[in-house]
């Protein structure tokens, strides 16, 4: 159960993997103080047996574990396409597992015993990178329900738009009047919610690569 003692608005969801109980209840106990939601898990397979967290959220994982390893975790959750940042603990890591998981895009490592300064720190770090993800794909999934009000045609403008094409060239291409294609374009202009070119190219000029 998720719990946040002291009523502090949320800071976003942090969950421990580490198979020292006491290392899941010292951590949950300072997080939750400090306004995270946290849930604690034994190992890999226990996390993997419950729902994915609600982004924005953070992973905190012991290195050394029984069964998969937090390493193997990692390389399950980038493939399964959870976008959380990974914080590893570690006391006694190999160098080729530092490796591995720097190659993972770990986020970054605590070596035990850590301070509750660093861990806050470091976690704080974390989920602002996973709230700067969130929103990024929080804006991504708003532009891609904008394009789908366009019709095929319009779409198609758009992107010539965006590559920087004038009324008559995009005519040039479609085989329109440029009167048509002027209709065309305040469509999409305001389908897009935008009431300039540069607007427009920075809302979806990512969508559509020149070439």
């Known amino acids: 159960m998720l719990s946040n003692p002291d009523n502090l608005p949320a800071l976003g969801h942090v969950v421990v993997i580490d198979d020292d109980a006491s290392v899941r209840r010292s951590v949950r106990t300072l997080l939750e103080r400090v306004g995270?939601?946290?849930?604690?898990?034994?190992?890999?397979?226990?996390?993997?047996?419950?729902?994915?967290?609600?982004a924005p959220a953070v992973l905190l994982l012991d290195m050394r574990m029984p069964g998969m390893t937090d390493v193997g975790l990692q390389a399950h959750l980038k493939n399964s396409g959870l976008q959380a940042p990974v914080i590893f603990m570690s006391g006694d890591s190999r160098p080729d597992e530092i490796i591995t998981a720097m190659k993972q895009e770990a986020f970054d490592f605590l070596l035990k015993p850590f301070t509750a300064q660093a861990m806050l720190a470091v976690v704080a770090r974390a989920m602002h990178t996973a709230q700067q993800a969130l929103q990024q794909e929080n804006q991504k999934q708003a532009i891609a329900k904008q394009l789908q009000q366009l019709t095929p045609r319009e779409l198609e403008i758009c992107k010539w738009m965006v590559r920087g094409y004038s009324n008559k060239q995009i005519a040039a291409f479609d085989g329109a009047a440029p009167a048509t294609i002027k209709l065309h374009r305040a469509h999409v202009m305001e389908k897009m919610g935008v009431r300039t070119l540069p607007e427009l190219i920075d809302t979806v000029g990512a969508q559509f690569p020149a070439g």
């Open 36 to 54: 995270y939601t946290v849930s604690v898990h034994d190992g890999a397979q226990a996390f993997l047996e419950h729902t994915p967290p609600s």
